[in-house]
């Protein structure tokens, strides 16, 4: 089977602008998480979509947002870009319990 | 108090010596998971754990429900086991929400 895929997977913006990132689950897999990663703040989570529904949600603000297709892929959409939302965005997909990560999108904003 | 500590945060060793890393949490779980994150950002599921202990090849990892528990356990280090290692929590909802400790930076030098 083919691994969590994330595109793209680097992207430079600048404050202001949006930014929407795309994660295809491994096949079958119907639930998908997404995570932040600073180096301040660690790994945060951010949002989890289960069969187009969002299951849960993170301590984050409005300006992230995501969510899932019939297919299970999912975005994330980050609007009016700060300095402070510069990481690393990973996905996540599980069946059950164990979760697969994708490689990372890494976003830096100027 | 985060809800999942590590110790230590950095540990530096030399080739051939046995590692232990500890992952403490406050919080009831279903799952822990151990993940490696190399320099580059890939995040790889080591273990998910929910009772006992499970081996795989040179790393061990062993959960303690009552304690609140749970150790990696490295053989035989390598300096290829140089990586960030990461202890991570689901819930007992269950929800893929995975809540994370600070990470092990951890070092095996030639």
């Known amino acids: 089977k083919a691994g969590v895929t994330q595109t793209p997977r680097y992207l430079i913006k600048t404050r202001g602008q949006q930014v929407t990132l795309s994660c295809s689950p491994i096949?079958?897999?119907?639930?998908v998480s997404w995570y932040q990663q600073t180096p301040g703040q660690g790994l945060q989570f951010l949002f989890e979509?289960?069969?187009?529904?969002?299951?849960n949600k993170g301590n984050f603000p409005g300006r992230f947002s995501g969510r899932q297709f019939s297919n299970s892929r999912s975005e994330m959409n980050v609007s009016t870009l700060e300095l402070g939302d510069s990481a690393l965005y990973l996905c996540?997909?599980?069946?059950?319990?164990?979760?697969?990560f994708g490689p990372g999108t890494r976003l830096t904003v100027l | 108090k985060n809800e999942v500590e590590q110790s230590p945060q950095n540990l530096t060793a030399q080739e051939g010596e046995f590692i232990t890393i500890n992952c403490s949490y406050s919080?009831?779980?279903?799952?822990l998971h151990w993940l490696q994150q190399h320099p580059g950002g890939g995040i790889v599921s080591l273990f998910m754990?929910?009772?006992g202990k499970k081996k795989h090849g040179r790393l061990i990892a062993t959960i303690n429900i009552q304690e609140k528990h749970s150790s990696l356990h490295i053989t035989a280090s390598h300096p290829r086991d140089s990586a960030v290692y990461i202890c991570?929590?689901?819930?007992?909802?269950?929800?893929?929400?995975?809540?994370f400790g600070q990470g092990t930076r951890l070092t095996i030098n030639p």
């Open positions: 996540a997909s599980s069946s059950g319990l164990e979760q697969f």
């Open positions: 096949s079958g897999h119907r639930s």
């Open positions: 979509y289960f069969s187009e529904t969002q299951r």
């Open positions: 919080v009831g779980i279903s799952a």
């Open positions: 754990l929910s009772s």
């Open positions: 991570a929590v689901i819930g007992i909802q269950g929800a893929q929400k995975l809540v």
